[in-house]
């Protein structure tokens, strides 16, 4: 059985000789970070996790119990790059995780602190193991898991019941009423970051579905934030993106 303490070992010294002490303390800067940084690149970082799956196992695919490990072995070492690290073996082994995990990644979302963690681990990995729930049939469970998300008191547990429907509605799939449910409930937030998010997945819904946007926003508009309707009406024909800016604006 491989050695879960070594591997993650082994993967933050790869990481330690590709960094850059100015990168380092420029990132921490900027994400507010209290973490320890190394300064990598975040396409060296799925790099290096990439190089070092595939030295333990076929296709670098981790399977289900193998990538929680890992995660979690990365997850427990100090370093920025470390937990995304983490991250990213979640995202290459998302296919193998099920609704019974996410209380494992629910903990990583409420030790992130950081979008930078927070978003791929709701978009990619939360959002992935949802849409094929819901695909399966179960999709009265993943709604039981997202409701509590979405009145949690953790504003980046509220973000990921959001983000989590970011990829399928932006496909044309989905389920928008879910979304829209939490979003209309969330609307008149104060965390940016919420807003933020609200406005992200209104603007990547549109693109497949204008007329479901603009019609959920007209009776809102007073309600949007700023940040919630630049972003939201981005994708809108101009006339319907100059009539709601108007409407909120009045």
Known sequence: MLDTAAWALGVRDRLAEQGDRHRAE????????????????????????????RDSGPRGVPERDLALRLAAALWSLPEYECHLAAVEVLVRGRRRLSLDDLPAVEGYLREAGTWALVDPLAVEVVGDVVARADASGDAGTATQVLDSWAVDRD?????????AHLRPLRQGGGDPDRFLRYADAMLEEREFFVRKAIGWVLRETGRRRPELVADWLRPRAARCSGVTMREAVKPLPPEVREELLAVRRR
């Open 26 to 53: 420029f990132e921490r800067a900027y994400l507010k970070s209290s973490r320890p940084h190394l300064g990598v690149r975040v396409p060296l970082v799925r790099a290096t996790v990439r190089e070092a799956l």
């Open 155 to 163: 504003f980046w547990v509220r973000r990921t019941a959001l983000l």
